[in-house]
T-cell receptor, first 111, second 113 residues
């Protein structure tokens, strides 16, 4: 089966610093990737997506980088705020149009 | 605009009992999905419905059945609940089954004793 994993299960950052959350994927044929944020007791919330024909995509305070050579995805959050504390996970879509989800990284923002 | 609504939010069942989890979306999406989320694991697809009138098995369909009642509603049924089905269940929808983000409900927390 697919393997979508995260390098670090937990991450603590100081408020105002930048956060970087990483994700490795195993299927080189995957062509669509999404980052989700999940707060306690809530469902996953879409943050940003990127297709395999792109290396970088920016949103509001977030940037996703895709390195297809090493099958690596990262989410950068600028000026991290307490409201950013949550679990973040990536999802990849393979050629079968099915998403595979990572287990998540828990981000804690220290005021 | 509620998005994806799931009911109930919490439920405790005894082994062998049956139950239906309800899901409705108001975004006029074609595709709907049921996932389960277990500690230390990523979301796993149980069943999906690419369009009204169709349903297909996902990664972990055993012990479950689904019904796509209409374009808005997609229900998940446990005919004879087992402790291994203790989990958080999420319903999601998307415009099409393909390269589009899925929108999730807030989940049903189900415990089987």
């Amino acid at each position: 089966g697919e393997s979508v994993g995260l390098h670090l299960p937990t991450l603590s950052v100081q408020e105002g610093d930048n956060s970087i959350i990483n994700c490795a994927y195993s299927n080189s044929a995957s062509d669509y990737f999404i980052w989700y944020k999940q707060e306690s007791g809530k469902g996953p919330q879409f943050i940003i997506d990127i297709r395999s024909n792109m290396d970088k995509r920016q949103g509001q305070r977030v940037t996703v980088l895709l390195n297809k050579t090493v099958k690596h995805l990262s989410l950068q959050i600028a000026a991290t705020q307490p409201g950013d504390s949550a679990v973040y996970f990536c999802a990849e879509m393979n050629t079968g149009n099915q998403f595979y989800f990572g287990t998540g990284t828990s981000l804690t923002v220290i005021p | 605009n509620a998005g994806v609504t799931q009911t109930p939010k919490f439920q405790v069942l005894k082994t062998g009992q049956s139950m239906t989890l309800q899901c409705a979306q108001d975004m006029n999406h074609n595709s709907m999905y049921w996932y389960r989320q277990d500690p230390g694991m990523g979301l796993r697809l149980i069943y999906y419905s690419a369009s009204e009138g169709t349903t297909d098995k996902g990664e972990v369909p055993n012990g479950y059945n689904v019904s796509r009642l209409n374009k808005r509603e997609f229900s998940l049924r446990l005919e004879s609940a087992a402790p291994s089905q203790t989990s958080v269940y999420f319903c999601a929808s998307s415009d099409n089954r393909g390269s589009q983000p899925q929108h999730f409900g807030d989940g049903t927390r189900l415990s089987i004793l």
